[in-house]
């Protein structure tokens, strides 16, 4: 007979050398060149990197990516990694071996989004896919090690069940964490029942159903969710493990659905929960299933679970978590890192670290990038012109009166020096409005000689 776990071992370490194109030899965090990186990331959580041929081609030629397009110059090579469960292990493997080299990517994936190869407003759901996946290692080692040998390396290719994912997530006791307004006997269902199985993301085009789930379960995968899907930006499968039914059956699978936001501003619970259904995703589960939402909301204060109810919120649990500083399974090094990603605003002067290169780039675009006056100065000169040009117009001593006294105040926090010059400036604009009287109707014939008629 053949040794099963003696071929997956060797499986997986063939796949560890060919994914990072080395020999035998231990790399270390400070070994990890870009072209490395991103086919650790490529095959774990799959960021996006269509824009970034010369990446693309090293992942093509010395990293097992898969090219998808060459443009017929073959300036423009586009490169991805499908599922491909030997690899994710091995990546898998890798990065949890040493927090330094987690720390690393997430690092460079910062370095990436700030040049613009990665859209910024994916930072949310490339660091939420990060936070699931650690909790999804550490939760694997949970299962498999004892807990007095919990430093020896293992495969992670092992289901865990759903309970142990959430505590590992949350720090909490599974009694402690709240799941909102779904009822004790679906609680119990999703926590005693439900079971779990990835190590890696894929992106979808599609809304999935039942089956889609199932084949997401044989593959070990999670989902990040199509563009524009209602309610949720990634999913994953749970499998309701029955005693019952011991063999896989569609009607006992289910979802965990995650909703993911990175706005500095909090959450509106009652606009946003009502979405966060099966029905509003139109995804198609036994409709006696419950199941879960999780809240990944990276910058909001804690707010109460105080979801609107429906008809179905007896079969959902919610999980809210709000900030990072909720999420157990972080480190203080990869909460920093995750933190740096989260806040990146792409700005071509902040590509490089040289101080030359960001003075030259604002020399260039000098409207695009704020003046040495002070904000506060700026929005007081244009309060105070727009007061100017209101009163040219303006008929009626009252309104004259209104607005100098609104010109007194947008230009009271100046030096008492400058009085004189909001006296002239009153005076002026007085004698402006008398002479709009005298000469409105010449003005207009004036304004029309900017576009004087053909003779």
């Not at 690393?104 to 896919?129: D, H």
């Amino acid at each position: 007979t053949h040794d099963v776990e003696r071929i997956v071992e060797e499986l997986i370490t063939t796949a560890e050398a060919k994914l990072l194109c080395r020999s035998s030899i231990e790399l270390g965090a400070n070994e990890l060149t870009e072209g490395r990186i991103f086919a650790l990331l490529g095959s774990t959580i799959q960021p996006q990197l269509y824009p970034a041929s010369k990446l693309n081609s090293e992942l093509v030629s010395s990293h097992v990516a898969h090219c998808l397009y060459i443009d017929q110059v073959r300036e423009r090579i586009v490169a991805d990694y499908p599922s491909q469960f030997a690899f994710s292990a091995a990546a898998n493997g890798f990065l949890a071996s040493d927090e330094a080299r987690w720390v690393t990517c997430i690092e460079q994936l910062a370095v990436v989004l700030r040049q613009g190869l990665i859209s910024s407003s994916n930072a949310g759901e490339l660091a939420s896919r990060i936070i699931l996946l650690l909790a999804m290692q550490q939760t694997m080692r949970k299962v498999v090690l004892p807990p007095e040998d919990n430093t020896e390396s293992i495969d992670y290719i092992y289901s865990v069940p759903l309970v142990d994912f959430l505590t590992t997530l949350t720090g909490l006791e599974a009694d402690k964490i709240n799941l909102g307004a779904i009822s004790k006997e679906n609680r119990y269902t999703l926590l005693t029942e439900g079971h779990i199985f990835w190590n890696h993301f894929i992106n979808i085009t599609f809304t999935p159903g039942p089956d889609d789930f199932m084949q997401f379960l044989y593959r070990g995968l999670a989902v990040q969710c199509k563009p524009n899907q209602v309610g949720f930006d990634q999913l994953f499968s749970i499998y309701l493990k029955r005693e019952s039914n011991p063999e896989l059956n569609k009607d006992d699978i289910t979802f965990c659905g995650v909703q993911v936001k990175n706005a500095k501003s909090n959450v509106n619970l009652k606009k946003e929960g009502p979405k966060w259904t099966d029905k509003s995703g139109k995804i198609n589960i036994n409709a006696l299933n419950p199941y879960l939402v999780i809240l990944i909301d990276c910058h909001g204060t804690i707010q109460e679970n105080k979801i609107p109810t429906s008809d179905e919120s007896h079969r959902r649990g919610t999980l809210l978590l709000f900030g990072l500083s909720q999420i157990s399974c972080l480190t203080t090094a990869i909460t920093e890192a995750l933190e740096t990603l989260l806040a990146i605003d792409p700005d071509i002067a902040s590509f490089s670290n040289d101080p030359e290169i960001e003075k030259y780039v604002k020399s260039v675009l000098p409207c695009a990038y704020p003046t040495r006056i002070s904000d506060q100065k700026i929005l007081q000169k244009r309060t105070f012109d727009s007061t100017r040009s209101q009163a040219s117009n303006a008929k009626g001593k009252g309104v004259q009166q209104n607005l100098d006294d609104k010109s007194d105040v947008m230009l009271g926090s100046e030096s008492s020096g400058d009085h004189g010059q909001n006296e002239t400036a009153k005076t002026k604009t007085q004698d402006n409005i008398k002479t709009s009287k005298r000469t409105g109707n010449k003005s207009k014939k004036q304004r029309g000689r900017l576009f004087p008629q053909k003779k």
